[in-house]
């Protein structure tokens, strides 16, 4: 029995869960393509912790205006989450410390740990407030990127074509192709009802 469940501590069984898969691609590659029925707690234990070496690196970095003891407890989490998970033996302590380290991520890049309190809503802005900015060259990238996945919706055969189409526009209007508000510019005097849907 005790050997049973030595085993079972071992294995991870996401019951075909696809959408594990698809994401795990998406960050790394098609190196995980099948990796849906893998059951090993040796091959999610390292993707669990090269997701978090992810963060890591990206969260700070992806983060505008932060006081530094913000800063500080949301890098000591992280921190805290990859020492504890490099640590863990067991399919059960992995999760826990998974769920326990990103809930904690969460709250903290919301503003604030959560506290006790009554009812489910809790003032995570009472000591800073979560704003997004965005820069003509960030709205670019996000514009370019969802006219190149739905370029037929918008009258193009492809996304190379849709390329093509900006490409003419800045020769027409003699634009740098390169300067990133010129295509912020051709969205608006083009496809305006794309620029209004990320308003």
């Known amino acids: 029995m005790a050997n049973y469940d030595k085993n079972a501590q071992r294995q991870i069984l996401h019951g075909n869960y696809m959408p594990l898969e698809i994401f795990a691609r998406c960050l790394f590659g098609e190196r995980y393509f099948g990796s849906v029925n893998w059951t090993k707690l040796s091959d999610w234990k390292p993707f669990y912790s090269k997701c978090v070496e992810v963060l890591a690196a990206s969260a700070l970095p992806s983060i505008g205006a932060i006081d530094e003891r913000h800063r500080n407890d949301i890098k000591t989490t992280i921190e805290r989450l990859q020492a504890d998970l490099m640590k863990s033996k067991t399919k059960d302590r992995v999760h ?25 809503q809790r003032d995570l802005n009472r000591f800073r407030t979560l704003t997004y900015s965005q820069t003509d060259e960030q709205l670019s990238w996000l514009l370019q990127g969802h006219i190149q996945m739905n370029a037929q ?14 490409f003419a526009w800045t020769k027409q209007n003699k634009r740098r192709h390169a300067d990133r508000s010129a295509y912020v510019q051709w969205v608006r005097e083009n496809l305006p009802e794309v620029l209004l849907a990320y308003k």
């Open 96 to 120: 826990v410390v998974l769920i326990l380290g990103l809930f904690k991520l969460v709250f903290l890049l919301l503003g604030r740990l959560p506290y006790k309190a009554r009812g489910a």
């Open 153 to 166: 919706q918008y009258g193009f055969s492809d996304s190379f074509e849709a390329d093509y189409a900006y």
